[in-house]
Nanobody
Framework: QVQLVESGGGLVQPGGSLRLSCAAS????????MRWYRQAPGKERELVAD????????NYADSVKGRFTVSRDNAKNTLYLQMNSLKPEDTAVYYC?????????WGKGTLVTVSS
């Protein structure tokens, strides 16, 4: 069965960096595009970044462009999100998502808190 497990969240000061990971299993990771979403308190879940199956194509939300980098290691079945120059408004639970066979699969998320 599909499993997505996020990690790497935590408390960081404004201007700091974090790298999130999403460990994937139960499917052929290298053949699927993947996405990172986030959900801030009291707000709807929003798309942060996506990456093609081979990693050659990426897209970002305007709010994170130039600060966040999505990548993947298909040999390790792992998706990453490098987050730099973090702002308080980046505080959210971050999720990775797979869409396979018309079904959306989500991890349980990892909490990122940006605060001084």
């Amino acid at each position: 069965q599909v499993q997505l497990v996020e990690s790497g969240g935590g408390l960081v000061q404004p201007g700091g960096s974090l790298r999130l990971s999403c460990a994937a299993s139960g499917f052929t990771f290298s053949t699927y595009a993947m996405r990172w979403y986030r959900q801030a308190p009291g707000k709807e879940r929003e798309l942060v970044a996506d990456i093609s199956s081979a990693g050659g194509s990426t897209n970002y939300a305007d709010s994170v462009k130039g600060r966040f980098t999505v990548s993947r290691d298909n040999a390790k079945n792992t998706l990453y999100l490098q987050m730099n120059s973090l702002k308080p408004e980046d505080t959210a639970v971050y999720y990775c998502k797979l869409r396979k066979g018309g079904i959306n699969y989500w991890g349980k998320g990892t909490l990122v808190t940006v605060s001084s």
